[in-house]
């Protein structure tokens, strides 16, 4: 083992920031509506999964994986409710991506921007995958699923993800 | 247990999670039914933002550019927009409706019928999923809008209603992958499946390899799903080509040409359509204009009206010019009385005008040059059984006469059975011989025409 990736894995991180409750409402909304709004007028936006970013940000920080559940599970349902899909497909996959990511966080040092890109990347196309074998499974639906398409839309997400937790861990309060 | 859970708390509580939202769909899915409170939930806190932040725009971004760019042209022009497409779609109706073939009966129906009723939407949000291709509307069931209903644009079909929300509805567009509709084509008249598929193109499917569509044909809703009303346009084909199965037609959907939907309408209460008359295929069939009533060359007694339809209707007509010119009245007298005679009718061969023929010969069977009927009722023998016989004129123009007479010495009576002559050249106009030995005419004459025999007949004796 490298002492890089020594670094990676054993990097102590401060457990004492956290997010306020108010902008734990606040920033998923605000995903939301910008899911729902900015691509009628941006179309190109359309790929990315801010809610997801918003999931994977908050149970990477907070690396607790009971409460990344229910916090990923709470984004899914709205999701849910603002699709024409049976509430819960969102639900299920965003719940299995909280729990992962706060998992993975309690071994990785996810501070790191490249720990960052590859974990935004990874969970994307693995939200997108298990969402396409629920639909597939669940609802029966023949789908299609575009490899090429999610690994590209992954790699942007990733790339928008880099900035993004850099202004949520502003939001963040030492205490 | 207590240790299980203690040990394997997260994981637990990861699974009760899961299996809780997987019963939710199970519920959602077997009694096909959503959860509207926690839509309704969602949906209400979501949408008044997104009408706020829809107002915000118009009204700050829109002023800007009415106020320092456009001035008033903007709302003109939304104006003229609505207009345009209130009399587009007035204007494809009356299309629809004038281009059938009985004009008269088209104004009636157009009388009777009256246009869809509609409300107009504004699109105020895009809908989860980076898949699905649903919006959402700022009318909801306080407007009238229902689950189920059609959404169109004068352009054509833009998707259904799939929630009715109180301010606002949750739009699915024709090219979300779970759309589907019933389709006809205008021109070859193929029906098939509308299929979104995720991007801007759509798919009839369902249609046969040896069904012909071709490229620019359009589609038009052909009102199977009961959503969409029957005659509305739904696209043009961009593509189309055989596929494994079936025939893969991809449109160019004409709803969504613009790219953004923003103004839409939602059909409270459809009206189904005619769809226009393309350039039908080919129907297989002509539907000929009708006979003349007189025509050329056909027995018309003078004086007989000209609304005859049949050819048995002007023979009737002839047997009762007959009848009244040799004061015979058809259905008198007692069997074997003396009956008209009918050698005077027009186009009989041989026919000349006697008034009144008495059988002095016993009827004999006709020679088979004689006729059909003859030839039937007596066996041929020798020569005769080897003259030709050319259709319905049997030998009476094969030949002169005397060839005739030399293949059959014995001179026996012609058949007088009426004839219908309808082709002037079926009569015999060289014939001078007077016909005896006529027998009894036929109350009823036989249907097929009987040509008389070429074999010359002796005289006879004319009634004074």
Same mark, same amino acid.
């Given at each position: 083992?490298?002492?890089?990736?020594?670094?990676?894995?054993?990097?102590?991180?401060?457990?004492?920031?956290?997010?306020?409750?108010?902008?734990?409402?606040?920033?998923?909304?605000?995903?939301?509506?910008?899911?729902?709004?900015?691509?009628?007028?941006?179309?190109?936006?359309?790929?990315?999964?801010?809610?997801?970013?918003?999931?994977?940000?908050?149970?990477?920080?907070?690396?607790?994986?009971?409460?990344?559940?229910?916090?990923?599970?709470?984004?899914?349902?709205?999701?849910?409710?603002?699709?024409?899909?049976?509430?819960?497909?969102?639900?299920?996959?965003?719940?299995?991506?909280?729990?992962?990511?706060?998992?993975?966080?309690?071994?990785?040092?996810?501070?790191?921007?490249?720990?960052?890109?590859?974990?935004?990347?990874?969970?994307?196309?693995?939200?997108?995958?298990?969402?396409?074998?629920?639909?597939?499974?669940?609802?029966?639906?023949?789908?299609?699923?575009?490899?090429?398409?999610?690994?590209?839309?992954?790699?942007?997400?990733?790339?928008?993800?880099?900035?993004?937790?850099?202004?949520?861990?502003?939001?963040?309060?030492?205490? | 247990?207590?240790?299980?859970?203690?040990?394997?708390?997260?994981?637990?509580?990861?699974?009760?999670?899961?299996?809780?939202?997987?019963?939710?769909?199970?519920?959602?899915?077997?009694?096909?039914?959503?959860?509207?409170?926690?839509?309704?939930?969602?949906?209400?806190?979501?949408?008044?933002?997104?009408?706020?932040?829809?107002?915000?725009?118009?009204?700050?971004?829109?002023?800007?550019?009415?106020?320092?760019?456009?001035?008033?042209?903007?709302?003109?022009?939304?104006?003229?927009?609505?207009?345009?497409?209130?009399?587009?779609?007035?204007?494809?109706?009356?299309?629809?409706?004038?281009?059938?073939?009985?004009?008269?009966?088209?104004?009636?129906?157009?009388?009777?019928?009256?246009?869809?009723?509609?409300?107009?939407?504004?699109?105020?949000?895009?809908?989860?999923?980076?898949?699905?291709?649903?919006?959402?509307?700022?009318?909801?069931?306080?407007?009238?809008?229902?689950?189920?209903?059609?959404?169109?644009?004068?352009?054509?079909?833009?998707?259904?209603?799939?929630?009715?929300?109180?301010?606002?509805?949750?739009?699915?567009?024709?090219?979300?992958?779970?759309?589907?509709?019933?389709?006809?084509?205008?021109?070859?008249?193929?029906?098939?499946?509308?299929?979104?598929?995720?991007?801007?193109?759509?798919?009839?499917?369902?249609?046969?390899?040896?069904?012909?569509?071709?490229?620019?044909?359009?589609?038009?809703?052909?009102?199977?799903?009961?959503?969409?009303?029957?005659?509305?346009?739904?696209?043009?084909?961009?593509?189309?080509?055989?596929?494994?199965?079936?025939?893969?037609?991809?449109?160019?959907?004409?709803?969504?040409?613009?790219?953004?939907?923003?103004?839409?309408?939602?059909?409270?209460?459809?009206?189904?359509?005619?769809?226009?008359?393309?350039?039908?295929?080919?129907? $297989?069939?002509?539907?000929?204009? =009708? &006979?003349? !009533?007189?025509? #050329?060359?056909? *027995?018309? %007694?003078?004086?007989? +009206? @000209? /609304?005859?339809?049949?050819?048995?209707?002007?023979?009737?007509?002839?047997?009762?010019?007959?009848?009244?010119?040799?004061?015979?009245?058809?259905?008198?007298?007692?069997?074997?009385?003396?009956?008209?005679?009918?050698?005077?009718?027009?186009?009989?061969?041989?026919?000349?005008?006697?008034?009144?023929?008495?059988?002095?010969?016993?009827?004999?069977?006709?020679?088979?040059?004689?006729?059909?009927?003859?030839?039937?009722?007596?066996?041929?023998?020798?020569?005769?059984?080897?003259?030709?016989?050319?259709?319905?004129? $049997?030998?009476?123009?094969?030949? =002169? &006469?005397? !060839?005739?007479? #030399?293949?059959? *010495?014995? %001179?026996?009576?012609? +058949? @007088? /059975?009426?004839?219908?002559?309808?082709?002037?050249?079926?009569?015999?106009?060289?014939?001078?011989?007077?016909?005896?030995?006529?027998?009894?005419?036929?109350?009823?004459?036989?249907?097929?025409?009987?040509?008389?025999?070429?074999?010359?007949?002796?005289?006879?004796?004319?009634?004074?």
């Amino acid at each position: 083992m490298t002492e890089y990736t020594e670094h990676l894995l054993t990097e102590p991180r401060k457990d004492t920031e956290r997010f306020r409750f108010i902008w734990l409402l606040i920033v998923p909304l605000v995903a939301i509506l910008f899911q729902v709004y900015v691509p009628r007028f941006v179309s190109f936006l359309s790929y990315l999964e801010l809610p997801l970013l918003i999931t994977v940000h908050f149970a990477l920080s907070s690396r607790a994986p009971i409460a990344s559940v229910f916090y990923g599970m709470s984004i899914g349902l709205v999701q849910d409710s603002l699709s024409h899909q049976p509430i819960g497909m969102f639900g299920i996959v965003k719940t299995l991506v909280g729990y992962f990511a706060a998992s993975v966080s309690m071994r990785f040092d996810v501070d790191n921007p490249f720990v960052t890109f590859i974990l935004s990347f990874f969970f994307y196309f693995f939200h997108q995958f298990f969402y396409w074998v629920l639909d597939r499974a669940l609802l029966g639906e023949a789908l299609s699923f575009d490899v090429q398409q999610t690994l590209i839309f992954g790699l942007l997400n990733a790339a928008v993800a880099l900035p993004l937790f850099r202004i949520l861990d502003k939001l963040k309060v030492t205490g | 247990m207590d240790f299980f859970l203690s040990r394997y708390r997260n994981l637990t509580v990861l699974l009760i999670v899961i299996v809780a939202q997987l019963l939710l769909i199970a519920y959602q899915v077997k009694t096909n039914n959503n959860v509207p409170l926690m839509r309704v939930w969602a949906v209400t806190a979501v949408t008044p933002v997104e009408t706020a932040l829809e107002l915000v725009r118009r009204y700050t971004w829109g002023f800007v550019v009415d106020y320092f760019v456009l001035l008033n042209v903007r709302s003109e022009n939304e104006k003229l927009q609505r207009d345009n497409g209130q009399l587009k779609m007035e204007n494809h109706y009356l299309k629809a409706e004038l281009g059938t073939a009985d004009r008269a009966r088209a104004l009636s129906v157009f009388q009777a019928q009256s246009p869809s009723k509609t409300v107009a939407g504004r699109v105020i949000g895009n809908g989860t999923g980076a898949n699905s291709k649903v919006v959402f509307i700022d009318r909801g069931s306080t407007s009238g809008v229902e689950s189920g209903m059609a959404v169109v644009t004068p352009d054509g079909i833009v998707g259904k209603v799939v929630d009715a929300y109180p301010t606002a509805s949750l739009v699915m567009l024709i090219t979300d992958p779970t759309f589907a509709a019933g389709v006809i084509s205008q021109k070859n008249r193929v029906r098939g499946t509308l299929k979104g598929q995720g991007h801007n193109d759509t798919l009839v499917d369902y249609v046969q390899n040896e069904e012909k569509v071709d490229g620019g044909e359009w589609f038009y809703t052909s009102g199977d799903d009961r959503i969409f009303p029957k005659g509305f346009p739904v696209g043009q084909v961009s593509a189309a080509r055989n596929g494994k199965n079936f025939k893969e037609i991809y449109l160019n959907p004409s709803g969504l040409q613009s790219g953004s939907v923003e103004e839409v309408l939602v059909l409270l209460q459809g009206v189904h359509q005619q769809i226009p008359d393309g350039e039908i295929a080919s129907p $297989g069939y002509k539907i000929l204009q =009708p &006979p003349a !009533d007189n025509v #050329a060359g056909s *027995p018309q %007694p003078t004086g007989q +009206p @000209t /609304a005859l339809a049949t050819d048995a209707d002007r023979l009737r007509e002839q047997y009762k010019q007959i009848g009244t010119e040799q004061k015979h009245v058809f259905g008198e007298g007692i069997p074997g009385s003396k009956p008209p005679d009918f050698t005077k009718m027009q186009g009989i061969r041989g026919g000349s005008p006697l008034p009144s023929l008495t059988p002095a010969v016993p009827p004999k069977p006709a020679t088979p040059a004689g006729g059909d009927t003859g030839a039937i009722a007596q066996k041929p023998t020798g020569s005769q059984a080897a003259v030709p016989k050319s259709g319905a004129n $049997g030998g009476a123009n094969n030949g =002169p &006469p005397g !060839d005739s007479a #030399a293949t059959a *010495p014995k %001179p026996k009576p012609r +058949p @007088t /059975a009426p004839i219908l002559v309808t082709d002037p050249t079926d009569a015999d106009p060289g014939s001078d011989v007077v016909p005896s030995g006529s027998p009894k005419p036929p109350a009823i004459p036989p249907p097929s025409a009987t040509p008389p025999p070429a074999t010359p007949k002796p005289p006879v004796p004319r009634n004074p």
